[in-house]
């Protein structure tokens, strides 16, 4: 498996908190990605990287936010989390050397949960 | 519109017998094709791809997957199902121009059930 994590795996909030999703990765890969999924559904991107302060909006809408500061981090933040956030949030990161053909490779998951 | 088909929620299997989860896809030009696998509560698996060359592609754990062009197609197969497969199998195709960030279209999933 490739080396990327994602803290916490599962995430149990009231609704109004401030959360932080984390996600690393060890390899240098340049593109990092995050993914929505409800489960046993489709993957929707939500937010992607080129880059180190490089970030853009995905195809589905997502009130969360990213950042990235450095090459191997690429945190999600939810301002303001509220139950229909609840989903599982995947992290992705590619290799920048092998062009169009580059293979994503993914976290475990973290699974949020907000009552 | 670009889109991934699979067109089976859920595919039931016999230990030891062939197994094959189906995918067909639309879009522009010649794509790249990928097939993943997530197990429960986890992340998705790279299994393999197809960029060019031979259509029939070897992957890890014993899965291949076939090309078919004219049938805009890319079938997982593997001859030989085990319990351990059992698993959610996600087919993804990457457009030949999708910018730069090398966007993935993802299909719904295909569950694999293989029973002992």
């Known amino acids: 498996e490739a080396d990327i994590y994602q803290t916490p795996r599962y995430l149990v909030i009231g609704t109004g908190k401030k959360i932080t999703l984390e996600c690393s990765q060890t390899?240098?890969?340049?593109?990092m990605y995050w993914y929505q999924q409800d489960p046993g559904m489709e993957l929707h991107l939500i937010h992607y990287?080129?880059?180190?302060?490089?970030?853009e909006k995905g195809d589905l809408s997502s009130e969360s936010t990213v950042s990235r500061i450095r090459t191997e981090h690429f945190p999600l933040t939810l301002e303001s989390a509220r139950p229909s956030h609840t989903s599982q949030y995947l992290c992705?990161?590619?290799?920048?050397?092998?062009?169009?053909?580059?293979?994503?490779?993914f976290g475990p998951g973290t699974r949020l949960t907000v009552l | 519109a670009q889109s991934v088909a699979q067109p089976e929620d859920q595919v039931n299997v016999a230990e030891g017998n062939p197994l094959t989860v189906k995918c067909t896809y639309s879009?522009?030009?010649?794509?790249?094709l990928f097939w993943y696998v997530q197990y429960p509560n986890r992340g998705l698996q790279f299994l393999l791809k197809?960029?060019?060359?031979?259509?029939l592609v070897k992957g890890s754990y014993g899965f291949e997957a076939e090309f078919n062009k004219s049938q805009t197609s890319f079938h997982l197969k593997k001859p030989s199902a085990l319990v351990s497969d059992s698993a959610l199998y996600f087919c993804?195709?990457?457009?030949?121009?999708?910018?730069?960030?090398?966007?993935?279209?993802f299909g719904a999933g295909t569950r694999l059930a293989v029973h002992p």
């Open positions: 879009v522009s030009g010649n794509p790249y």
């Open positions: 992705a990161s590619s290799d920048p050397g092998q062009g169009a053909t580059d293979t994503q490779y």
């Open positions: 993804a195709v990457r457009p030949m121009f999708s910018g730069g960030y090398n966007k993935l279209i």
């Open positions: 390899m240098g890969h340049d593109k």
């Open positions: 990287s080129y880059g180190v302060n490089s970030t």
């Open positions: 197809y960029i060019t060359g031979d259509n």
